[in-house]
């Protein structure tokens, strides 16, 4: 018994000791990359003394003599808070990402790699602008120094994954860049495969009935070529490894709102500008903020990216500029024929394949060899590793020289509407409705990007045999969208249709539907003068002016009909009761989603069967805005009833349905239907997902309710589960009257550290709407120091 005592006792001490080991352990890793705040610093390669102030966000102030000290400076606090979501970015734009994660990722490597965004980087370093070469060299230069110092005590994702970070290099700079265009144009791939089955399933005519831009009639849907589903099959799950990237929280723009008042309608008596660009939530984020002083000289502050030096959207002493996605279509797919001896038809030519090998390395696995083959369109996607019968080839924007490194460092130091027009003319392969306001009450938007000259409009895959559908450069920058100091003192902008169908050139058939955009006019024009309050109040509703139109058209249906069951009767009193605020204590925006998702399958579901798709209908919301704006017509009847069905008859059993579907899986109790309890959000790290290292580290948010949708102006987009995935990135309003009054906040921290005091720290008051002041002037930013460090050249 003595012995069993002692050993239970050595048992439970060796316990007690391994716990306190893992606790201590798990401490330091989360600790270990933290940097220090304040006192004073030697850094070699600086060239005079700089300081760094931190404010309560621990948003960095970097204050320089020089422009070298100044981004080696970005390069080095960058680093020092978000080290290893850079090298994720980095892996993932250079098709490395197997690397670190393993197999599953191949696909998604070789994607990426095909897009050969790092050679358009080389020949884009090596054209640079002096200037812009000295400003990336030093940022680089500053990134590598706190590589260097860190030695082995790296964030603690390199430890946990067993690898070290790479030396950072000018390519990889603008890797970020191209990785930015791709991802913003990569919704056109998926879509046009859609829509050829679509017209492939329906006829040309009925298909273009439900495609996103009803008024758009495309040459090629047509005789001439035509593709088989191994081929598409192929083709889409290829597509399809892109997701993993949105697994990561690496996917950037998903759409947007801006908007500016000029100052005749400024209670300050000078510009307000809000913009709130929207992406995928995730932790790190994918902006850190960042104010760069250079005394005498730029002084500039707002978002970057992490791994790239200047600000994308922000404001400098002059102006303020914002952006959201233009949705261009600048991605065309081409059906290629091919022959057995590796040559391609082009204009009655037989062109040889160009082909090149990629060898990817995978974690835990053996390397494998994969031969990426490409005709003067772009890369062949249909099959990568052994090329047979399969024709599609990507072209794409990005495969062309650009230079959006120059068009940011321009607006960065732009004073005046022609200088930020002349910065943005350089945007090609990133394309965006561009918001500007300036300290002379001036306001406007601008147009920026590539938009391609080609024969009609791609919103489906084209035959590429011949030169009848390739492009023809793109729409010169002096034909672009412009709009200056506009009558009514108002600009804005939410990923809706860009121009009218005047316009000569086709832009995208893939747009937002109008209801945040009806909704921000709304409440601008609601009184006369605006002020910054008024801005935070727009910037935040959840209000939808989609359920404003649609839900009525429901009531109306439902006095029609004859529903017996309490619960459905219930349901109907909420919707007639409700004000169409988003709430997360409203039961009617849960009836509401539901009910309009059915609506969508009810009317597309027997159709086109397969073709659907997602169960949420989200993509069929156009034809109900047509119903409402223009009439239902033949698509409302189910084809496999003997019966005519009406759009009432619709709506009465999308009700129906809705209510069946939220009592099976929440309860016949409406209070189980609040919006919050269904719609919810937590923000996820990418290495989060695994329920250990969370409880260990902490890298998640708390699971937090919710309102809004993606149809309003307060953006909270969710997937099938209800889980919110999507919304805005940052919230800015910038006060060209005092732009120490500016105010703003982002869903997560300034740092990507989860043992930093700035990790997720700014959650809480942007989930309860709240925003913080963004000092920029000298004596503001000292009044909100909590922290600085001075760094000074070393000996």
């Known amino acids: 018994m003595r012995i069993f005592r002692i050993s239970l006792k050595i048992l439970i001490s060796t316990f007690v000791v391994l716990l306190l080991i893992l606790f201590i352990t798990v401490a330091v890793l989360r600790k270990s990359a933290v940097p220090v705040y304040n006192g004073e610093k030697k850094i070699a390669g600086l060239d005079a003394e700089a300081r760094v102030i931190r404010d309560e966000r621990g948003v960095p102030h970097i204050y320089s003599s020089n422009e070298h000290d100044l981004y080696l400076l970005t390069g080095y606090v960058s680093a020092q808070e978000r080290l290893w979501q850079m090298d994720l970015i980095r892996h993932a734009t250079r098709g490395r990402l197997s690397e670190i994660f393993g197999k599953d990722y191949v696909q998604t490597d070789l994607f990426m790699r095909s897009l050969n965004i790092h050679e358009k980087s080389k020949r884009l370093v090596a054209s640079a602008d002096p200037e812009i070469l000295s400003a990336i060299q030093a940022y680089a230069e500053g990134v590598n120094i706190w590589i260097d110092e860190r030695g082995k005590r790296l964030p603690m994702e390199f430890r946990i994954l067993h690898y070290k970070p790479e030396p950072w290099t000018l390519e990889d700079i603008y890797d970020i860049i191209g990785y930015m265009g791709w991802d913003l144009a990569t919704g056109n791939l998926s ?401 509401f989603e539901f009910i309009h998702m059915a609506m969508a399958y009810n009317i597309f579901g027997d159709e086109l069967g397969d073709l659907y798709g997602s169960r949420l209908g989200t993509k069929y919301d156009f034809y109900i805005y047509r119903c409402l704006t223009e009439g239902p017509d033949y698509w409302v009847d189910n084809i496999n009833t003997e019966q005519k069905e009406t759009f009432s008859d619709i709506i009465v059993k999308s009700i129906s349905s809705a209510v069946d579907t939220l009592k099976k899986n929440y309860g016949d109790d409406l209070s189980e239907w609040k919006w919050g309890k269904i719609h919810h959000l937590r923000i996820v790290h990418p290495l989060g997902s695994k329920k250990l290292l969370n409880k260990l580290f902490a890298l998640n948010s708390k699971q937090y309710e919710v309102g809004g949708s993606y149809h309003t102006v307060e953006v909270y987009g969710y997937d099938r589960s209800f889980n919110t995935v999507h919304g805005a990135s940052e919230r800015y309003i910038y006060n060209a009257a005092d732009w120490d009054e500016s105010y703003a906040v982002i869903p997560t921290g300034t740092s990507g550290n989860p043992g930093s005091p700035f990790y997720l720290s700014q959650t809480s008051t942007y989930i309860n709407n709240g925003f913080y002041k963004d000092p920029f002037t000298e004596p503001a930013v000292a009044s909100a120091k909590k922290y600085e460090i001075i760094y000074r050249p070393a000996e």
Request: net charge negative.
């Open 191 to 591: 879509e046009e495969l859609r829509c050829y089955r679509l017209a492939k399933k329906l006829g040309a005519d009925k298909a273009r009935d439900i495609m996103p831009d009803w008024n758009i009639v495309d040459e090629v849907v047509f005789p001439g070529f035509e593709l088989n589903e191994s081929e598409i099959s192929r083709s889409m799950s290829f597509i399809a490894s892109m997701d993993k990237l949105e697994e990561l929280g690496i996917v950037s723009f998903s759409g947007s709102n801006n908007w500016a008042v000029s100052g005749q309608r400024s209670n300050t008596g000078n510009a307000i500008l809000s913009n709130d660009m929207h992406l995928g939530f995730g932790t790190p984020g994918i902006w850190i903020q960042m104010h760069q002083v250079v005394k005498g000289g730029l002084n500039v502050t707002g978002v970057m990216i992490p791994g790239e030096p200047f600000i994308i959207g922000g404001h400098n002493e002059q102006i303020a500029w914002g952006t959201t996605n233009l949705g261009v279509d600048d991605i065309d797919l081409y059906v290629e024929r091919t022959d057995s001896s590796g040559n391609y038809l082009f204009n009655g030519q037989w062109l040889p394949l160009q082909s090149r090998e990629e060898i990817i390395k995978v974690k835990g696995a053996v390397q494998d060899t994969f031969r990426i083959v490409s005709t003067h369109h772009g890369p062949i996607i249909s099959e990568m590793k052994d090329i047979k019968d399969a024709p599609l080839a990507i072209r794409w924007s990005g495969f062309d020289d650009s230079d959006e490194m120059k068009a940011v460092y321009l607006l960065n130091r732009a004073t005046c509407w022609d200088e930020f027009r002349h910065a943005i003319s350089f945007f090609r392969s990133i394309s965006q409705n561009f918001a500007y306001a300036d300290i002379r009450g001036n306001i406007g938007m601008n147009t920026g990007g590539g938009i391609p000259l080609r024969k009609g409009g791609g919103v489906m895959p084209r035959s590429g045999v011949t030169d009848e559908y390739d492009w023809h450069g793109y729409v010169p920058f002096e034909l672009l969208p412009s709009l200056f100091n506009p009558a009514d003192g108002f600009v804005s902008s939410a990923n809706q249709r860009t121009v009218n169908t005047d316009y000569p050139f086709f832009i995208s058939g893939n747009f937002a539907m109008p209801y945040r955009i009806k909704r921000i006019r709304q409440m601008a024009a609601e009184k006369k003068i605006l002020g910054i309050d008024d801005f935070k109040r727009m910037v935040t509703d959840n209000h939808s002016a989609y359920a404003e139109m649609l839900t009525p058209v429901i009531l109306k249906a439902a006095e029609e009909a004859d529903f017996t069951d309490s619960l459905t009767q219930e349901a109907v009193r909420v919707l007639k009761n409700w004000d169409y605020s988003m709430d997360v204590d409203r039961i009617a925006p849960t009836l």
